[in-house]
């Protein structure tokens, strides 16, 4: 089973990149992160057709789990994360093929915030998304970075939450 993080950060090696190095501490996964790649926003006639979007979205149709990976910026996922979110309307209108075999696959989403407590319907965007893409939702958690570093509360949800994906995973594959 192939496995990604797709990490939304304004910044390449900020906390939520810290976050991800959790998560692929205890799961063997890819990581790509949208700030390398050039993603106009959504249009009407497809005028950014020819941006990073089409290539990036066929490469992620082959990972079988999809981990979205935000920060939490004024209450809800990051621009970058949401612009990526939006252009996959253009899989449903002139690249269809590629939105379909996102069918079936795995989603779930992370965030990570500076605060413990989670924003009230923060995911509701990811596991709507995920059931009108027809793909599977496996839950998902919350992270904070207090300080600096993730505090130990935040290494072992993260464990806890891979040990959970992990077996959801399995059960449903059965
Ligand atoms: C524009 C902006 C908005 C933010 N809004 C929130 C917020 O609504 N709730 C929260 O807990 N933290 C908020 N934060 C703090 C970040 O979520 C937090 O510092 C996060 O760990 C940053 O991750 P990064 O280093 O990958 O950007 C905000 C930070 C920025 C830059």
Not at 5 to 10: D, N, T
Not at 40 to 64: A, E, V, W
Request: charged residues 25%; glycine residues 6%; proline residues 2%.
């Amino acid at each position: 089973m192939k496995k990604v993080i797709i990490q939304g950060s304004s910044r390449s090696n900020g906390h939520t990149n810290q976050v991800a190095k959790l998560i692929q501490k205890e799961l063997e996964c890819d990581l790509i992160d949208l700030k390398n790649y050039q993603i106009g926003q959504f249009d009407y006639d497809f005028k950014n057709r020819q941006d990073d979007f089409l290539p990036l979205i066929r490469k992620i149709t082959d990972y079988d789990l999809i981990m979205f990976l935000t920060p939490v910026y004024w209450y809800s996922m990051s621009g970058l994360m949401k612009i990526f979110f939006d252009r996959i309307t253009d899989c449903l209108k002139i690249e269809k093929e590629t939105g379909y075999r996102l069918r079936g696959k795995y989603m779930t989403a992370i965030s990570c915030g500076s605060e413990k407590k989670a924003t009230e319907g923060f995911f509701v965007p990811f596991e709507l998304s995920a059931q009108y893409l027809g793909m599977l939702y496996l839950g998902d958690l919350h992270t904070w970075i207090e300080k600096d570093k993730p505090d130990q509360e935040v290494i072992h949800s993260v464990q806890r939450f891979i040990q959970q994906l992990t077996k959801a995973i399995k059960n449903a594959q059965v």
